[in-house]
């Protein structure tokens, strides 16, 4: 199912840029394994049945440390370690100190790592445009040589990591990394989707800096805190709207050719 809000793309389509983390890669669920394994530790008291909450806070990440991190504010491990006591704070744990906080990333990050998978969708999606004739390739606002073992782990070890938020310095919603990630796939940027599950950093971001906007709204996969997620005001400010990535080519006009028949 996809909503069509804008005027068909420009054909011929030359590339497709993607987001990796809930986009080809279900973030979302390894983060869940990750925060009951800390829940279970640093949050003893607090049931099971509410660690969707912790999960929400996470991915919400209502003071933005992660988005100071992506523009080169704070490095990597000052942000986690506020968001990790922000999920001290707020559920009624002890605030971590510099000791604890290498163990709670120990086991935090050893979790997620561990549980790293691709979408369904995302392997049949490449398919199909590497073989329509369409380049590929990946952008990110987090480190490249995470994101590259991301992608291998979850299938797709032949999606190029072009650009990460180490590449430049700064990430998304700067306009900057996608004309890099354009050049180094070799493609006009306006002949140039970046499909993404943030409606800001990635489709509106990515329509700004000329290319052609993609929001991949997944039900039920919604953020929520400060993040925009309004379908209806995401089509009124030209960005295509998609809930699932097989719906991408025909929403961006891509054609498979068809497979020539079996010789008898």
Known sequence: MTDLGVSATPAPLEGVLFDVDDTLVDTRAAFAEAIAAASRVWLPHLPEDRY?????L???????????????????????????????????G????????VDWKELFWGTFEASWTGFEDARPVVDTLVAAGV???????ARVELQTRKLAAAGLPDVPLLVGVDTLGFGKPDPR????????????????AY????????????????????????????RGGPHPEDPTSARASG??????????????????????????
């Open 52 to 56: 969707d909450e912790v999960l929400a």
């Open 58 to 92: 996470w991915r919400s990440d209502p003071n933005g440390h992660y988005r100071a991190y992506t523009r080169g504010e704070v490095d990597f491990d000052a942000q986690r370690m506020a968001r990790a006591n922000e999920l001290q704070a707020t559920f009624g």
């Open 94 to 101: 002890e605030l971590l100190d510099d000791a604890a906080y």
């Open 135 to 141: 380049r590929v390739g990946s952008l990110t606002n």
């Open 177 to 192: 990394v996608f004309a890099e990630a354009c050049a180094r796939l070799g493609t006009d940027p306006a002949r140039t």
């Open 195 to 222: 499909v993404g599950d943030e409606l800001d950093v990635d489709a509106r971001a990515a329509r700004a800096a000329g290319l052609v906007g993609v929001w991949l709204d997944r039900p039920g996969t919604r």
């Open 239 to 264: 960005v295509h709207v998609v809930h699932a990535l097989a719906d991408l080519p025909a929403t961006l006009g891509v054609t498979a050719p068809a497979e020539a028949p079996t010789p008898r």
